[in-house]
């Protein structure tokens, strides 16, 4: 089992940053490929970012220049830089770790982001 508590949530005005952390315990390791989805208010959840352990990233469009993933496999922690922030990056943000042995997906609890125009 895996446990992620995601923490960094915040209110912020449009084009101001956060940073998003997302600690990882239980049967973690540089094998899991970890990332982050989203849910706005009466929208479906949408992906955002991934990373591998080794550090290979992949961004929806909507983020691409604008947001960073990076983890540090030493802490068990991985992050989510947002810079120039807008409204539409309004949502709960939710952390994710794969499962390396069988299929299936570790999700954490949600940390609110808010940007106000």
């Known amino acids: 089992q895996v446990q992620l508590v995601e923490s960094g949530g915040g209110l912020v005005q449009a084009g101001g940053s956060l940073r998003l952390s997302c600690a990882a315990s239980g049967s973690i390791s540089r094998a899991n490929v970890m990332g982050w989805y989203r849910q706005a208010p009466g929208e479906q959840r949408e992906f955002v970012a991934s990373?591998?352990?080794?550090?290979?990233?992949n961004y929806a469009d909507s983020v691409k220049g604008r947001f960073t993933i990076s983890r540090d496999n030493a802490k068990n922690t991985m992050y989510l830089q947002m810079n120039s922030l807008i409204p539409e990056d309004t949502g709960v943000y939710y952390c994710?770790?794969?499962?390396?042995?069988?299929?299936?997906?570790?999700w954490g609890q949600g940390t609110q982001v808010t940007v106000s125009s």
């Open positions: 994710y770790a794969d499962r390396v042995v069988r299929t299936g997906r570790f």
């Open positions: 990373i591998t352990g080794g550090g290979s990233t």
